[in-house]
């Protein structure tokens, strides 16, 4: 029900919803500086914020297929850690190049929490508004976006923590010295988490990418929503399946090694003793 109310001296009705807000008529602008005057930054923001999300998404698939290397073996899980500290290109380990690459995921980690939070209730009414929403809609996609934005608060505190202890200590990664950490250093109860929280909001964001863009679209919407539904419920359980037989794999590696905690993996082929002549 709306009432109207003539405001003192004008013309001018101003219309009132139940709730008593008034809304007041915005001044007629003509549609050639209507469009002038819309601003490009908002898409812009949209398409940084889906980029960066889909880069974050992608390097964590990445890391999770090089951390599980320590299924295969110690040995791979060295060569894989060398690698990427540039001994097989730069003659020697430089763990300082860890620390550079580490330091350019947390800067897209940060400005893609920036850009998401544009879109977070920005207060109590607004939250509450949204709950009401949400419980009265029960649409599957609302109810994802809600739990994307707690894993991401989640993320935001955890990854926050192993992106710092990579950043600086970034020798110490290895079977041993990764194994290490996990169990002498206690740090598997947040790693376990952090699986759960980072394949969660990956998931769900790469599916909401592929709604938002149009991706791998079927004949009918439902149908793609279906199929792009499986594919990040699969996506999940492998990744968070993966997850938890690596870290139980490290687990089990630091229990053993715990009572030479702190001593660093050294390849067979490097502690052989020299033949003799």
Known sequence: MKATFNRKGSDELLAADASG????????????????RKSRWPARLDLLQSASGL????????HMFFVSTILISNEAFH????FFEGAYFLGRPYPILVSAVVIVIMAIFIAHAWLAMRKFPAGYRQYRAF??????????????WWLQIWTGFALFIMATIH????LTQPALIGPF????????????????????????????GLYRLAIKWGWFTAATPNRSRRRLRWAKHALSAFF????????L??????????????????PPQHSAAPARH
């Open 21 to 36: 807000q008034l809304a007041i008529p915005a001044p007629a602008v003509s549609p050639l500086r209507q469009s002038r």
């Open 55 to 62: 880069f974050l998404a992608l390097f964590l698939m990445g």
């Open 79 to 82: 060569t894989v850690a060398r």
């Open 131 to 144: 709950i009401t929403h949400k419980n009265r809609l029960r649409h599957s996609d609302t109810s994802l």
């Open 163 to 166: 992106l710092y202890d990579m």
């Open 177 to 204: 010295e990764s194994a290490d950490r996990v169990w002498t250093g206690s740090m598997w109860p947040l790693y376990l988490m952090l699986l759960f929280a980072a394949e969660l909001h990956a998931s769900i």
């Open 240 to 247: 968070i399946t993966l997850g938890l037989v690596t870290l």
């Open 249 to 266: 794999a490290f687990i089990d590696l630091g229990r053993n090694h715990a009572a030479h905690a702190g001593e660093r993996y050294v």
